[in-house]
């Protein structure tokens, strides 16, 4: 099994910028594409931004400009820099990974974390 934990959630001004983390661990034979999707209250789930393995990014229009995607691929870690953030930006966060376990090492799997709140509020 893959486990994600998201850290980085809180409450910001608009304007501001926060810095999100999500760091893989388990039984990790390879991580493929890693990104970062947001729910907001009555809305479905949406992409935020990806990244793949060799660091070729993808972003949701209304992101490009404000957020950047990176990652460690020592660290099994994602990041998702922030800035510049809305009212609108409001949502819970969740790191997405596909990957293949030292059980599986062919077969991958999608695997999500628990969510963290980033609330941009004055």
């Known amino acids: 099994q893959v486990q994600l934990v998201e850290s980085g959630g809180g409450l910001v001004q608009p304007g501001g910028s926060l810095r999100l983390s999500c760091a893989a661990s388990g039984s990790i034979f390879r991580i493929n594409d890693m990104g970062w999707y947001r729910q907001a209250p009555g809305k479905e789930r949406e992409l935020v931004a990806s990244i793949t393995r060799i660091g070729t990014t993808n972003y949701t229009d209304s992101m490009k400009g404000r957020f950047t995607i990176s990652r460690d691929n020592a660290k099994n870690t994602v990041y998702l820099q922030m800035s510049g953030l809305k009212p609108e930006d409001t949502a819970i966060y969740y790191c997405?990974?596909?990957?293949?376990?030292?059980?599986?090492?062919?077969?991958?799997?999608?695997?999500w974390g628990q969510g963290t709140q980033v609330t941009v509020s004055s």
């Open positions: 997405n990974a596909n990957a293949a376990t030292i059980r599986l090492p062919f077969q991958a799997y999608d695997y």
